[in-house]
């Protein structure tokens, strides 16, 4: 416990990581303001604002992945193993601090761009698409996602323990190889980590995973991947 | 106390470090030396448990320092020349460290106020000169009171004032009790620092000990200018004597100025000048340090004075 809160601290004391956290919440906001006043047709207004998390999500890992590495690029990672010489704590306080922070953060995210375009939607004497079932739903796996993205951010940050190098490895395999294997392998496109990505932030889409599969999906490669960066923390000399 | 024994690093093959044991007293500052490259920090580093030795072992008041329940209140270490955020805040830094550390927060505006850090308190770190880092390290490090603090080239960015506050502070903490080790390349430093002296040279220990003993096994040499140097030279050699020539004198290594002289009056060679003199510490460090020693279990003698590579066999050859 002593160590999450020492993570946080050392989050809170830092500019990047207040400006990070802005960007995450504030950045999707433009985009929200700019769809209702194109549109009259509110229907599917609802899942176009869960679909800007993929926005908050992205920051989240840059955070997180940031927090970690920049620690062994600055080599104040030796101060933090001297205090606490069990590494995997350390790494697993950090991915824990990385996920609170990127909590917060699509909370508000999800407060305030779901609440523009809800008031935004009454206001023209529109009804809200989504039943507060799912409007919960959305919003609960779209949090989840982010911090869920945060824990794997601190495991590739861990991993490769430099900055460029590690986001530059989530993006490859968030975005390249998985885009590849979603559209070449017809079976990974309905079981793959996308499919479950979807299952917990579309609520009124027909998905092959249920919400809570999905979830554990996601939760099983964010930590796989915080796995291989605590094993190579482990293993390595600082 | 720590205690470290055959301690081993090696890169693909390559020692790093090599066999080195050494102990460092509680109550003393222990002076790490050795020539840049020979090792320090990678021991250093593996004292602390940041890097991983191949072999040997390191106990911390008889313990390893995993086995302690808090390892970070047992050893604190100063490295890497002050590794910080360079967009923190100074008081920042330290509070959470001392939260880290399981210290009191307050403890924090205190230490700043023992390295005189404290009017730089609200500064972000990256603003701060090298030395007043180096200082915020300190300050840092003594955040936990651990019982054993161990410091890499802590002078380095000090200007004078600097590093004589820091040998004051250094000698005040094991005035303490605690156990100080200093690495440096710089033996003047160490010469006003330290207690005892580990010295290391390729990765290996070349001496270790009190450093009055260090300073008490220089080399006598006599200085001798004589009227005919070469029959000279010649009878001194034949005595098993070590003879070099040095502007137009004879330097002859292991004899006293006396039994020269006399060798001299019996060989009917008439002296113009005999001065007898010590290769000074500098000198002896370098002697000490320019080759590589043997394995490092040697290098300590059975009575725990200090004993440089030459003098001691090393187990392999011994056996």
Redesign the interface.
């Known amino acids: 416990m002593?160590?999450l809160?020492?993570e946080l601290?050392?989050l809170r004391?830092?500019?990047?990581a207040w400006l990070l956290f802005a960007a995450g919440v504030l950045m999707p906001l433009p985009i929200v303001i700019a769809m209702l006043i194109g549109t009259s047709d509110y229907g599917p207004v609802a899942q176009n604002v869960i679909d800007l998390a993929v926005l908050p999500a992205a920051i989240a890992g840059v955070l997180a992945v940031t927090a970690c590495a920049?620690e062994f690029e600055?080599?104040?990672i030796?101060?933090?193993?001297?205090?606490?010489?069990?590494r995997e704590r350390v790494i697993v306080a950090k991915a824990g601090a990385a996920a609170i922070v990127s909590l917060a953060m699509a909370t508000l995210f999800c407060a305030l761009c779901l609440g523009v375009a809800a008031v935004w939607i009454s206001s023209a004497g529109g009804v809200w698409p989504w039943t507060g079932h799912q409007t919960l739903e959305g919003a609960g796996g779209t949090i989840a996602l982010t911090a869920l993205i945060a824990v794997a951010g601190t495991g590739f940050g861990a991993l490769v323990r430099h900055v460029g190098g590690a986001i530059t490895l989530m993006a490859v395999m968030y975005l390249v190889v998985e885009g590849v294997l979603v559209a070449r392998v017809p079976a990974y496109h309905d079981w793959g980590l996308t499919a479950a990505a979807n299952s917990v932030i579309e609520p009124t889409l027909p998905h092959t995973y249920a919400f809570s599969a999905g979830m554990a999906i996601l939760l099983g490669s964010s930590l796989a991947y915080l796995a291989l960066g605590i094993a190579a923390v482990r293993?390595a000399?600082? | 106390m720590l205690t470290v024994e055959g301690l081993t690093k090696r890169y693909r093959g390559e020692s790093v470090v090599d066999g080195l044991s050494f102990e460092a007293r509680a109550g003393r500052v222990t002076g790490f030396l050795g020539p840049n490259g020979a090792g320090k920090t990678q021991t250093i580093?593996m004292i602390?448990?940041?890097?991983?030795p191949t072999a040997g072992r390191v106990t911390i008041g008889g313990s390893a320092?995993?086995d302690h329940p808090r390892?970070?209140r047992v050893?604190?270490?100063v490295?890497?020349g002050g590794?910080?955020?360079?967009?923190?805040?100074v008081l920042?830094?330290l509070?959470?460290?001392a939260?880290?550390?399981?210290a009191d927060p307050e403890r924090a505006e205190e230490l700043l106020d023992r390295v005189e850090l404290l009017p730089a308190a609200r500064s972000r770190i990256g603003t701060l000169s090298l030395g007043m880092r180096q200082r915020l390290a300190l300050a840092?490090a003594l955040l936990?009171d651990a019982p054993l603090l161990i410091a890499d080239e802590p002078a380095n960015g000090l200007d004078p004032a600097g590093m004589h506050w820091l040998r004051a502070l250094l000698r005040e903490l094991a005035g303490e009790g605690k156990t100080v080790l200093v690495s440096s390349h710089l033996l003047a430093e160490m010469e006003r620092l330290a207690d005892d002296v580990v010295v290391i040279a390729h990765g290996r220990l070349v001496a270790s000990g009190p450093l009055s003993e260090l300073a008490s096994v220089r080399e006598r040499r006599v200085r001798i200018r004589c009227a005919n140097p070469r029959v000279l030279g010649a009878r001194l050699r034949a005595r098993g004597l070590t003879v070099s020539e040095e502007d137009e004198e004879l330097v002859v290594a292991g004899a006293d100025a006396r039994a020269i002289g006399e060798l001299a009056l019996a060989a009917q060679i008439a002296v113009h000048r005999l001065v007898e003199d010590e290769d000074d510490l500098e000198e002896r460090y370098l002697a000490l340090t320019a080759g590589p020693g043997p394995r490092a279990s040697s290098a300590r003698a059975a009575d725990g004075g200090v004993v440089p590579a030459s003098a001691s066999p090393s187990p392999e050859s011994a056996a």
């Open positions: 002593t160590l809160l020492v601290e050392k004391t830092i500019r990047s920049r600055h080599r104040t030796t101060v933090a193993l001297m205090t606490e010489p069990r293993r000399d600082v | 580093k602390l448990g940041l890097i991983h320092l995993l390892p970070g050893a604190s270490g490295l890497d590794a910080f955020h360079p967009g923190r805040r920042d830094e509070q959470l460290q939260y880290a550390a399981g840092r936990a």
